[in-house]
DNA sequence: CATGAATGAGCGTTCATTCAT
DNA sequence: AATGAATGAACGCTCATTCAT
């Protein structure tokens, strides 16, 4: 049994290390796998410690996830072109996520655990619908955009925008359970099928047009 | 306080009952709040009495998934004539499925509750995608006749399989935190949008043949 | 590391090895060193056992309160006859509970200790003022006879249970620091002071009358 | 959040300061609730500090204790003239200290709450009856005096020393836990009660000679 | 076969104490 | 001398699992 060499760190290093350990954890083991024992390990750091730095661990949880999806939207936000045609901005989206998603794979299943399961003390979700709803309506945004603009077809933009959700979910779903599909065919082979359910009954007019 | 009446059931009987309690009580405590105790007391039954017939929680957990689910299957089963014309045989698929859940609501959440969740003591997954192969197989059975019989264009019937699943799942949970929704209207228009999909630049082919 | 021997007792049995060990715990550590731990070591019982027959450690602490108490007041009335002529009942009950008190040092002590320092999860103490109240509404009672009766003078009743509870007290305090004490002796003495300090000024009267 | 002013007192000064606040946290908290961290924040002090200048928690309160002790003799050998009658000197001492009380009810909880539930690392209690030695010698020879001087009946004065110490210390908790009480009447009220008891068969023989 | 008393590993959390700065 | 980040032992409590009855 080694003492364990003490260092001292900046608050926002040791929050980091102590988030970036969670998510590990939680991705290998689930939320409810996930010990403070194991993450404390993990981030090699004494147990004590996470509660200098969080409330509790439902605080570690939640800051877990929102730091990795304000990391996510920092990126994504610098990747894409939002004044893209809108079909040639979906694709890209789905594209840039199912690459994204195979370089951070831990951080996707954590935060995905996290958001689902996590639950207050009084066992009402931490994390509720309303965060989704502002999504879809994004989505359904542009959705709307591609209609008025002439490319797509009409359709239930609510519906279009749960299926649109579902179907990427799916899509990493599959690659984190089948580690040698071909990622980015995969991607662009989703979004022909996507924008065919968009387009359908349309191109042909566009063509025309 | 009464005794317990002992009550001398067939094996086949006193599993059935515990794993229909395993399945109300994740549905109303969430998998992590089913502890075995409340298993245990919502069938009636003793705590020993579920070692007697599962190996451990583990067990118990995976077999309640796969009794439910063998249930649905011989339902939708009986239900569904699988040589209607494949695009109507998909559209009854999903509005049944619809039907099916709102009935089942109970049922469908501890389902996926167990599915998503379980874990094998090492922390890795007790399910994963990798068990809808299975389905995933049978799926593709059925657009690859859809193709064949002229219905559909082509497409790459893996993704589309994965696509589907996972627009049916989004459907399902969608239905789960919106209650009000009219679940038929959004069935007929999810199918609408997948077979907008899949028979895309063929419909007016189809019809001129 | 032996493995414990598992006996089953009935609930009553179990109940009271705990109680009692828990009295122990507390004689000898104080509220604040009784561990549960240390009190399943000293019941000879498995941690888990505890929280079978109680609901927490305060749940365990007033039961262990309630059921001491509940024992000394059986062997009080038993012992004592309340139709004595006033002083002597009073010089009974003292020499009683300074012979009692010998013999139960550790129920006396873990009572007291209990009493006046558990609290309840909001920080409000467990047991209140008013369980003393009825005490010294009770001893008043018995002052008030006496005068009536002629044996005492006038005095103030309140402020008389409240001192003769303290000096009861103080001598229990001073047999535990003392045990060398001549008990009966300081009880019979202590006995004569407060007889002194209430029929004072009355003794020649009744005499006298 | 502005840094600490890092200032340099006298050792005497960071001590005194230190224990005033565990009095105080000890006082609002509760001896259980007194964590060294409250302590030091009521200080103004650093979490480290304490262990600079305290051996260990033990160390802080006995001390704690032993300084408002030293702070209260002082004061009252201030106040009382040792050469009065000794009825007169023990009517005003009682006076004295329910006047204090209800002007440092804090220092008293508090005081009372370390000495009554102090404990060494092995349990055992940190402060005795023990510790009073010293106060009922001085007591006793007080009255011993009063005997001498012809006030006081015989009596066993150790007895008689205890009770008194009980009695002003019963005294001293109804106030406490009555907050509404007339203390001088109570104080006077007691006086009389325990001259009484001194005194008794003796004052009719004193105003005769 | 069936019961539920009994066990003990493991959990989240607190806090006295240490020590790099 | 002074700070507060870091440690780890101990706590109350839960619950899957065992086993005497």
């Known amino acids: 049994m080694t003492t364990r060499q003490r260092q001292r760190l900046s608050e926002a290093e ?3 290390q102590i988030l ?5 954890v939680v991705a ?13 390990e993990q981030a090699r750091v004494s147990k004590g410690l996470i509660w200098h730095y969080f409330a509790d661990k439902n605080d570690l949880m939640k800051q877990a996830v929102l730091a990795a999806l304000a990391e996510i939207q920092r990126k994504i936000a610098a990747e894409l072109d939002l004044s893209m045609p809108v079909p040639d901005l979906l694709r890209s989206a789905i594209r840039w996520v199912a690459a994204w998603s195979t370089a951070n794979r831990a951080v996707l ?3 995905n655990q996290i958001a689902r399961n996590l639950r207050l003390p009084d066992g009402t979700p931490a994390f509720s619908l309303a965060d989704y709803e502002e999504l879809y309506q994004l989505q359904e945004a542009l959705f709307r955009r591609g ?4 490319w797509f077809r009409e359709f239930d933009t ?6 649109y959700q579902g179907a990427v979910d799916a899509m990493l779903g599959y690659f984190e359970s089948h580690p040698d599909v071909d990622t980015d065919r995969y991607a662009t ?6 924008l065919a359910a968009m387009m359908s009954g349309r191109s042909f007019t566009q063509s025309g047009a």
Chains 1, 2, 3, 4 share one sequence.
């Open 28 to 40: 290998a083991h689930g939320l409810d796998g996930a010990s403070t024992n194991l993450i404390a």
């Open 158 to 163: 609510r519906v279009m925008a749960v299926t």
């Open 14 to 16: 040791r929050r980091a």
């Open 189 to 194: 082979t989703l979004a022909d099928i996507l």
């Open 147 to 150: 209609q008025e603009e002439g």
């Open 20 to 24: 970036r350990a969670t998510i590990a």
């Open 109 to 111: 299943t954590a935060t």
